[in-house]
């Protein structure tokens, strides 16, 4: 299957791809919400819920253009390349899950994206209200892996 024609499949099969998908993918974060499948050996990622996408989807591109600045970026209108986008989703919600539940501090994961963005819906009634200053720090200073050492 060519690349064309394995994304058109993709976008049939897959209506409400889900905005969190390399973090989830990358087992660095996970949610209620989500449903996993295979397509020509590649897991992809859906969401069971069309307003939950809608609030993911918000936070997320407000997230971005957030983190433009401390990614290095001047324009940011769709996803980023791959690891500046792993650390936007993965850094961001951990970053989120670390201001709501500083007890957690320590943890390496987010157990559940969709019940923080909601816990952080009831806290600051909206996604533009969000501490958006704490989770760019939090997207800087993630790493998707550890450095090797030579």
Known sequence: MDEDQYRSVYREVNANRCVFEKALN?????????ERFLLATREAVGCK???????CTVFLDTLREKSRFALRETLID???PHNK???VQAGGTLALQQHLFPEQTAAKTTQDIYELVNIALSKYANIADFPYGELVK???HYES???RGK
């Open 49 to 55: 819920s069309e307003a939950s996408l809608a609030n």
């Open 26 to 34: 990358n087992r660095r974060c996970d949610c209620s919400r989500h």
């Open 78 to 80: 769709g996803p980023l």
């Open 85 to 87: 986008e792993l650390k």
């Open 138 to 140: 939090g997207v800087v």
């Open 145 to 147: 892996r550890p450095k």
